[in-house]
């Protein structure tokens, strides 16, 4: 249970907030590279700030102010240039690092001019990595974008984004919530399909540890014991608003009511012989069942996603009764108000990386190790969420043919 | 490696443990200095300065490494935990009471009222009182009460 006020520090996510301070201290990731093969700019909303996400034809990613700061146009419906996006109400030119490089008419009366100069727009940084695109809110100097290890493991990977109408930290809660997968993924999934039971195993135990990256949580059901990866290893609550289970899932703040469901996933592929994805697919996975109005209630995810907008837009912790089963959710919770302070104190917050030489694959704990075998009985379908395009799944299916093949012929 | 696949060969395969505590920048040798902790419990009682012994006695207590390194910050004994256990709590609920600053005592009055530990460390944490926190609770559920 907490107070409305600490409740509040937790969920507001906009300029100038507790929260919205410490989540920009870190890339998020907000879109996929290959969303850039079909449109040269999209409108994006990331912790109340409207933007525009656009990529010029330098192959420069630019996120600026949704805004025009001549006459508050659109931009996105501008248009990219070789170097920049241009506002398609009087023709302003804006390049990726917020500098004015063109103001048609303005320049046309005064040639020596320097007006542009004299203005600039919100801009923000953006890489492309692993498939992504990431943002960074926060003051300068940035710190780096985490080179995670698992970004090079040989898979077929695919990017699916969503759109939750709620809170981002009811979602992050759930990442350090074992015994939710006991009862919302497989008991609840037995009743969708109209199964009576069994039930799925009992948690017994929960443990949690802390590492340079979050925390791992730990479990034993009745049916493992201390031997068991999920003990031993654990799973990874990655800080600060990351999942990470050998695939990864953001949940980046759109707003205080809305947030992105940003996922990495990889597909282990038969053989070892090389494999280079051409281009990781990205796609967009739809929450709600357009026949019945009713969430989707298929996929992990999909359940997940059901949970959370279940708990309101934004969660109400002063009604809540928390047990033995949520010590993993209160010390988050504890640790992202210790955060909060250290931002206000000036330190840089966990999980940051400065150190290039420490940032080079860096290792997070993973069941079954980063390598896995593939499963041998071909290539699975998949589970995570709703609406899998068909080109995507055929391409997975080539990819593992293809692996395949060279395995049998090698 | 925007975009593709491209970068270093996958490593060798190993079994995960290893695998594991070299992803610590630990050796199979700190394995079996440190036995039975796992590689992340050594990873973070090394960066904490707690030694393979100290962290096996608190092991013997019940407390993992996180709450072990709290623990000698506070300057808490294993002795000291031993009560906590005894009166029903997880031993590592010592560490998060001292770090509220609650006493065996007050920690059983808000476990009987329904607060697991580190529930009621917050709340104390946030300055409020074991009546404050049962009202609020029972705020939405009978208003006629």
Redesign the interface.
Known sequence: MLSSQRNKLLCETGPGTSMGELLRRYWQPIAGVSEFEQQDAKAVRIMGEDLVLYRDREGNYGLVDRHCPHRRADLAYGFTEDRGLRCNYHGWLWDHTGACLHQPFEETRHPEGTFRDKVRIKAYPVVAKAGLLWAYLGPQPAPLLPDWDRFYSRGYKQVVISEIPCNWFQCQENSIDPVHFEWLHSNWSMVLRGQDGPRAPTHTRLGFDEFDYGFVYRRIREDTTENDELWTTGRVCLWPNCLYVGHFEWRVPIDDTSTLSVGWFIDELPGDAPYEQEQIPTWHAPVRDEKTGRWIDTHVMNQDYIAWVGQGEIADRTLEHLGESDRGVIMLRKRMFDEMDAVTAGRDPLGTIRDPARNDRVYLPIVGGLNRPARGDGPQPFVFLAGQPDEVRTEHEQAWQQCAAASAAG | ??????????????S??L??A???GLTAGDLRRWDPL????I??AR?HGLSPDDARRWAREGV???DAVRAVRLRITPEQVRPWAAAGFVPGDAVEAAEAGMTLAEATAWLRA???L??AA??VG?G?TLAE?TA??Y??VNRYA
Do not use: N
């Open positions: 490696m925007a975009g593709t696949t491209a970068g270093p060969a996958p490593r060798p395969a190993e995960y443990e695998a594991e070299r992803g610590y796992s590689a992340i419990q990873h973070w960066k993992g490494v996180r329904g607060f697991i580190p529930d917050l709340l946030d409020w926190a609020a609770r705020a939405g």
